[in-house]
């Protein structure tokens, strides 16, 4: 008995019409000695309406400081939860209509389990027995993506895009021969074909290149899912949603490096607005000055990325920078204003409209001279670079975020991706 896992995005399953072309989608993948597994999405916009009326309901926008942290966050899950829950049913519907046996499996029917971090809990494991039982069978089972349960039976959600990583998570407990990730792009391009029309789609893209895609801001994926696909070596393909039942729809398909038979010097560019950047000048220059920062700001919980540590004038000090998600910068730079005088800090400032742009390639590993192509086609263009980070097979800087589009455009054509 063969396996095989489909999932399908929010625009996908956008309305009703769309649920009964999913549904085409799926019966022509039935076949005999292979069980179906589908995993969905909330329908297109439907996670944002229910994210909003959960803060609301939490107060803010009110006088008084809104519910947040753990207070917030269990709720939050069940409120959320909710909207992939409609489309389980809406699909098994719209599939025993055209005559395909199906049935809904909620996340504690299965038990798909997850640990108790409220809003972005990670799987622990899938249970396979009931569900393997009922694919087997014949009957398509329907998975609501995003959502699990804790060992204490609540709801969890696996943080927004998640449903890519459920698909993952339920492909590699099925043993399935492969994960199907649909959705409104025909497979994995060099770079957003949204804000490059001349960007081409990827037949195959290694694990490596694709995790640092997704880490590095594009969204055709979630970081986790090609995480957990790579570390537990399940194929997955991205393929268009749009396409007939049955017609081409060859998509791009995450590989191991050795099956990537022309390594690419760039094989795609990332960007991800969700930047912000905060200076600290006149740091005192001591031992465990950097401790203290990050120590401070790991203990808030905020993620740090770029780097950039230099001397400054006055002798006894340095200057420093680094990169946090936007949605943390403010709360960054209160935490290290609080113990500002205990570090040592002269000035803090904080800003916030800046860009992350980065090129991956596994190709980067044996070749001179790429940092010095990206640094001349962004000069050449009048860009300003304020920070840089490489690692063995990428190279991001962070820019002025008016730039961005600019940027992805220049870069994109200086190492040769654009469409003939
Ligand atoms: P879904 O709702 O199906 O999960 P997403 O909106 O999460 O879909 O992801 C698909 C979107 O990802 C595309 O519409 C596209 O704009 C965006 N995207 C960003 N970078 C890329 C890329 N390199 N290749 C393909 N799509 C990308
Ligand atoms: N519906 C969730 C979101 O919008 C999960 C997903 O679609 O992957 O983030
Ligand atoms: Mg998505």
């Given at each position: 008995?063969?396996?095989?896992?489909?999932?399908?995005?929010?625009?996908?399953?956008?309305?009703?019409?769309?649920?009964?072309?999913?549904?085409?989608?799926?019966?022509?993948?039935?076949?005999?000695?292979?069980?179906?597994?589908?995993?969905?999405?909330?329908?297109?916009?439907?996670?944002?309406?229910?994210?909003?009326?959960?803060?609301?309901?939490?107060?803010?926008?009110?006088?008084?400081?809104?519910?947040?942290?753990?207070?917030?966050?269990?709720?939050?899950?069940?409120?959320?939860?909710?909207?992939?829950?409609?489309?389980?049913?809406?699909?098994?519907?719209?599939?025993?209509?055209?005559?395909?046996?199906?049935?809904?499996?909620?996340?504690?029917?299965?038990p798909?389990r997850t640990d108790a971090?409220?809003?972005?809990?990670?799987?622990l494991?899938?249970?396979?027995?009931?569900?393997?039982?009922?694919?087997?069978?014949?009957?398509?089972?329907?998975?609501?993506?995003?959502?699990?349960v804790t060992a204490e039976g609540r709801?969890?959600?696996?943080?927004?895009?998640?449903?890519?990583?459920?698909?993952?998570?339920?492909?590699?407990?099925?043993?399935?021969?492969?994960?199907?990730?649909?959705?409104?792009?025909?497979?994995?391009?060099?770079?957003?074909?949204?804000?490059?029309?001349?960007?081409?789609?990827?037949?195959?893209?290694?694990?490596?290149?694709?995790?640092?895609?997704?880490?590095?801001?594009?969204?055709?994926?979630?970081?986790?899912?090609?995480?957990?696909?790579?570390?537990?070596?399940?194929?997955?393909?991205?393929?268009?949603?749009?396409?007939?039942?049955?017609?081409?729809?060859?998509?791009?398909?995450?590989?191991?490096?050795?099956?990537?038979?022309?390594?690419?010097?760039?094989?795609?560019?990332?960007?991800?607005?969700?930047?912000?950047?905060?200076?600290?000048?006149?740091?005192?220059?001591?031992?465990?000055?950097?401790?203290?920062?990050?120590?401070?700001?790991?203990?808030?919980?905020?993620?740090?990325?770029?780097?950039?540590?230099?001397?400054?004038?006055?002798?006894?000090?340095?200057?420093?920078?680094?990169?946090?998600?936007?949605?943390?910068?403010?709360?960054?730079?209160?935490?290290?204003?609080?113990?500002?005088?205990?570090?040592?800090?002269?000035?803090?400032?904080?800003?916030?409209?800046?860009?992350?742009?980065?090129?991956?390639?596994?190709?980067?590993?044996?070749?001179?001279?790429?940092?010095?192509?990206?640094?001349?086609?962004?000069?050449?263009?009048?860009?300003?670079?304020?920070?840089?980070?490489?690692?063995?097979?990428?190279?991001?800087?962070?820019?002025?975020?008016?730039?961005?589009?600019?940027?992805?455009?220049?870069?994109?054509?200086?190492?040769?991706?654009?469409?003939?």
């Amino acid at each position: 008995m063969s396996r095989l896992v489909m999932k399908f995005g929010g625009t996908s399953v956008g309305d009703v019409e769309r649920i009964a072309r999913v549904a085409r989608l799926v019966a022509a993948e039935r076949k005999p000695g292979r069980g179906l597994a589908v995993v969905v999405s909330a329908m297109a916009g439907e996670t944002d309406r229910l994210v909003a009326l959960a803060r609301a309901a939490a107060g803010e926008g009110g006088n008084k400081a809104p519910l947040a942290g753990d207070d917030f966050n269990d709720e939050y899950d069940v409120v959320v939860a909710s909207g992939e829950q409609a489309t389980t049913g809406l699909l098994a519907l719209a599939l025993r209509r055209i005559g395909v046996p199906a049935r809904s499996w909620q996340n504690w029917q299965i038990p798909f389990r997850t640990d108790a971090a409220h809003s972005k809990a990670r799987v622990l494991d899938v249970e396979t027995e009931a569900l393997a039982a009922s694919i087997d069978a014949g009957c398509v089972a329907i998975i609501p993506g995003f959502q699990g349960v804790t060992a204490e039976g609540r709801i969890s959600t696996l943080g927004r895009g998640g449903s890519d990583t459920s698909a993952v998570a339920v492909a590699a407990a099925l043993g399935a021969e492969r994960c199907d990730i649909y959705t409104d792009v025909d497979g994995v391009y060099t770079t957003d074909p949204r804000i490059v029309p001349k960007a081409r789609r990827l037949d195959k893209i290694c694990y490596e290149e694709m995790l640092e895609m997704a880490s590095l801001g594009a969204k055709v994926l979630q970081t986790r899912s090609v995480e957990l696909a790579f570390a537990r070596r399940v194929p997955v393909r991205v393929l268009s949603s749009f396409a007939e039942p049955g017609a081409a729809n060859p998509g791009t398909l995450l590989c191991p490096e050795d099956q990537i038979v022309e390594k690419q010097i760039v094989s795609g560019i990332a960007y991800s607005r969700d930047e912000a950047k905060i200076s600290l000048l006149g740091v005192a220059d001591r031992p465990g000055a950097a401790a203290e920062i990050f120590t401070k700001l790991a203990d808030a919980n905020i993620n740090v990325d770029m780097i950039v540590q230099t001397e400054a004038r006055q002798a006894g000090r340095q200057n420093m920078l680094f990169t946090c998600p936007d949605r943390d910068a403010q709360r960054a730079s209160e935490t290290i204003a609080e113990a500002r005088e205990q570090i040592g800090v002269e000035e803090i400032h904080l800003r916030r409209d800046v860009a992350k742009v980065s090129v991956i390639g596994i190709g980067m590993r044996s070749q001179a001279g790429v940092a010095r192509t990206m640094f001349a086609a962004l000069a050449q263009k009048g860009v300003n670079i304020e920070a840089i980070a490489t690692s063995e097979i990428k190279i991001s800087v962070l820019i002025d975020a008016a730039y961005t589009e600019l940027a992805v455009r220049a870069l994109h054509s200086a190492y040769g991706l654009d469409v003939a």
